[in-house]
């Protein structure tokens, strides 16, 4: 697989994680998923804001990548 510069992996991760529905594929999603929660854990650490500012943190995040999830669910089962 050759890749040009606008069709390199992390360009396409970082595209996916940006967008507002789902990735395009339940794999991508993951990654973002994983991804963004590896960012959240290192960005946290070294703030290291309240503890009850982390919960709301992670809380918003999950719940938005639930209603990706939800969202995509749809999509990803009719192809």
């Known amino acids: 697989m050759t890749t040009t510069q606008n069709d390199s992996p992390l360009g396409n991760l ?19 998923i994983a991804c963004t ?6 960005v946290l650490a070294i703030v290291t804001p309240p503890v009850i500012f982390m919960a709301i943190a992670a809380a918003a995040i ?16 009719s192809r």
């Open 14 to 32: 970082l595209s996916d994680s940006m967008r507002f529905g789902p990735a395009p594929t339940r794999g991508r999603e993951l990654a973002v």
């Open 37 to 42: 929660f590896v960012l959240l854990a290192i």
């Open 62 to 77: 999950v719940v938005n990548f639930a209603i990706r999830w939800a969202v995509g669910s749809r999509k990803w089962g």
